[in-house]
């Protein structure tokens, strides 16, 4: 083969990679749209419970494990890793595993939220002195937070698998167990809400899904942060750009403009916050006394190695619902 033919088919090569680049973007928007998003999602679920979980594991080693429920989101986080990763290989395990134990996660999360507030208040002035026994006792919104996943779990139980047909008509989604029992309109306008999950129509509600986890994250970062006293200027820029996905969110609910455009940048802006974040968070862990040497006993007591990673996902969240269809 001549020397310039060799060239022609690398540069021809080289043209291809951005049609074929974009062609596989412009897939993966379609996928999603139509709720034909059921293994990477339940994936997504799996692996953020299984990283929540490491993060409840050494928080809950540092109050010694004093109660045996600590030990329950540490067990269920795993059971979601494993459900999550079962629901990505089996269609049958999407549809019966992975949502049983996302139920059965939120419901632990909300027994531990309970716990927490119950934890701050038996602090020394309880709730008389809310903002120094909030910062100083057991994260507030940390269990509300690991139960996103949980959450995202739910929803990818409704959704369609990926290798089905886009031109295929959605079945109609069976409802659960008991919801049967609830009155007939009740039934008939939770199958409508199902079935619109199921085809990729739920941008506002995740749009609202993306305000609550961005709050509870921001708020986590706001007074972890506090503790340090705000040492480095960029630890207020979760805060901010927590305020500005808030505020993208909700306005998404009532504008689809809003949703199209300021939603997006807005959940950029949040991942890439998080992953700087994530850097620093490595970085200070590294300086603390012993560094890399006693790997493990600073991780447990220097900033939260996941927390930023936490907060890149609501940016995640928010990226989803902005590809999603509007409810009908």
Known sequence: MKAHDKFGIVRSTIADIPVDAEHAAHEITVHIREGRFQRSLALIAGFTGGMSGLEVAYEHYKGSYSNAIMYTPV???????????????????????????????????????????????????????????????????????????????????????????????????????????????????????????????????????????????????????????????????????AGLLIGASLGAIWKPKVAKRLLPTASALAIANGTIGFCYHARGITRRPGGTKRLLYNIIYGPPILAPLLFAGCGFLGLLASMFRRER
């Not at 939120?106 to 026994?133: E, S």
């Open 75 to 241: 067990i269920l986080s795993q059971a979601l890793l494993i459900a999550g990763v079962s629901g990505a290989v089996s269609r049958r395990a999407a549809r019966t595993i992975l949502p049983t134990v996302s139920a059965i996660t939120l419901v632990d999360c909300a027994i531990g939220f309970g716990f927490h507030i119950r934890g701050i208040q038996r602090k020394p002035g309880g709730w008389r002195l809310p903002v120094f026994n909030i910062i100083m006792g057991p994260p507030l919104f940390a269990p509300l937070l690991f139960g996103m996943s949980a959450y995202l779990g739910l929803i990818a139980s409704f959704l369609r698998r990926e290798s089905a047909s886009r031109f295929a008509r959605p079945g109609r989604v069976p409802l659960p167990t008991v919801s049967r029992l609830l009155p007939a309109k009740v039934q008939r306008d939770e199958i409508i809400e199902l079935q619109e999950v199921r085809e990729g129509r739920f941008q506002k509600h995740l749009a609202l899904s993306t305000a609550f986890a961005t709050f509870f994250s921001g708020f986590e970062a706001l007074y972890s942060h506090y503790k340090n006293n705000f040492k480095y200027k960029i630890q207020w820029s979760p805060i901010i750009v």
